[in-house]
């Protein structure tokens, strides 16, 4: 069966600071990857997904994710997060004849100013 | 563009009882699928429903149904509800044939006394 395993449960960074979230999923076959974000109170946003082509994914909000096909990593980054960053991130894997989505646990991301 | 809207928000139920939860697709939406997010921990897929009927379903009991109707809406009903049935549960429309485009809802908060 497919997994998402996100490293850290929790984060805790200084505005400025760069963030790298793990994300490592288990299929070895053909995925289509995301990251989701949900802010306190609001719904799930669709920071970024991976398909095909360059490894390297740009989103939103000056994030970005890099798929290593080799590792089955999908990492997140952003070179200087923002108070306004602090949310919590979902990693997502799909696969299959349908839109069935494998979300992560969640990592809990606290900016402090 | 209207997004997806989940009614009602807020829901408290005893065990043993039974609830319905409503949600509205984004329009030009005709999948509907439904996730369980529980505290702490990444959404689960439900189901998924198109063209009215059941369109694939993760690893949840009979107990856990759905509809959908002719204009795309959907219901989520739960007999017999457990207190581990306590948590948030997602409404994500899209439309087949451009897949992995989701929307999500607010979701509604259900707690089981």
């Known amino acids: 069966a497919q997994s998402v395993s996100q490293h850290n449960h929790h984060v805790i960074l200084s505005e400025a600071a760069s963030l790298e979230l793990g994300c490592n999923y288990s299929y070895g076959g053909t995925v289509n990857l995301f990251w989701y974000v949900q802010y306190p109170g609001q719904h799930l946003q669709l920071l970024l997904k991976?398909?095909?082509?360059?490894?390297l994914v740009k989103g939103i909000k000056g994030f970005e994710a890099e798929f290593i096909k080799s590792k089955f990593s999908f990492n997140l980054r952003k070179p200087s997060v923002q108070w306004s960053d602090t949310a919590e991130y979902f990693c997502a894997v799909n696969s299959g004849g349908y839109n069935k989505l494998i979300f992560g646990a969640g990592t809990r991301l606290a900016v402090h100013p | 563009e209207t997004g997806v809207t989940q009614s009602p928000t807020h829901l408290i139920k005893t065990r043993g009882q039974q609830v319905t939860l409503r949600c509205s697709s984004q329009s030009g939406h005709n999948t509907v699928s439904w996730y369980q997010q529980a505290l702490g921990q990444g959404p689960q897929f439900i189901f998924q429903?198109?063209?009215?009927?059941?369109?694939g379903r993760g690893n949840f009991p009979p107990r856990f149904s759905g509809l959908q109707f002719p204009n795309y809406s959907s219901e989520l009903n739960v007999n017999a509800l457990e207190l581990d049935d306590s948590a948030l549960y997602l409404c994500a429309s899209s439309l087949a044939g451009k897949p992995y485009g989701y929307t999500f809802g607010s979701g509604t908060r259900l707690t089981v006394v």
């Open positions: 429903y198109y063209r009215e009927e059941e369109n």
């Open positions: 991976y398909f095909s082509g360059d490894p």
